[in-house]
């Protein structure tokens, strides 16, 4: 199984998951002729995806979806108040054929010929939103952001992962002190905005096991926060954690804005490694 975020924060989200001939994204919050690039670019044809599997329905997570769609009949799954949302908001994404639709329920399994996804509840402000963590040959992969918080369910959720793609959306100070009005700075500080550079490591340091090889820093905000920041204030705790229980540290890095990062897995091969050199 690799994972490679293709584009990751406010402006847009896409993650592409494949394990074999199996290929998935998470979202399609960015053109699908950016896409179809980022896709190429890591030896995989949009054609080839067997899916696209929806967080939930704000813009920065569904641009390209439409187009992707239509243009090569991608099955599209999400809880039906995300599909609603998508369909009937202000989304600007245009008529789907119903056929492509599919309903997933926080806790469902999908099979994907090898390749399986689970559907976990978030908090955010958004109709039912979800996160996806995957399995695949004994291998585990966790994805989460878009929320406010985590519990229990969360943690439980994530558990043995040896990738974690985690929210670290914005530093709380370069948030208060910024130019966002008073209202924006409350919603993505509660329990339904975004995780901080500090409860991300926090969440971190309460999943860590032998087993976690690859920690991806993602949906950072441009305006409220840097990678630099992220990086080391989660770097400097998870640092910690593993020191005081004689772990290991897993590899650590942020996901890029607008290009794709660096894939990571267990099936990458030297020519797609050569792709991210």
Known sequence: MRLCAIASGSSGNCVYVGHGRTHLLVDAGISGKRIEQALESIGTAAGDLK???ITHEHSDHIQGIGVLARRYGIPL??????????????????????ELLHE??????????????????????AA??????????G?????VTDLGMY?????????????LYLESNHDVNMLMVGSYPYYLKQRILGERGHLSNDTAAKLLCEVLHPGLKHVILAHLSKENNLPELAYETVRIE?????????????ELFVAERDVPSRAV???????????FA
């Open 265 to 275: 897995g267990t099936e990458i091969i030297a020519e797609q490694l050569e792709l």
């Open 77 to 98: 799954y999400g809880t039906a108040e995300t599909l609603c949302g998508m369909l009937k908001g202000k989304t600007n994404i245009g008529r789907i054929p119903e």
């Open 104 to 125: 997933v329920k926080p806790g469902e399994t999908l099979w994907f010929d090898g390749l399986i996804a689970k559907a976990h509840s978030v908090s955010h402000d």
């Open 151 to 163: 519990d229990r369910s969360i943690l439980d959720a994530v558990a043995d992962s040896e990738i």
């Open 128 to 137: 039912n939103p979800v996160c996806y963590t995957f399995e695949a040959g």
């Open 51 to 53: 899916g696209i599997l």
């Open 139 to 143: 291998k585990k992969a966790s994805m």
């Open 238 to 250: 998870l640092q910690a954690a593993a020191d005081r229980r004689g772990l290991p540290m897993p």
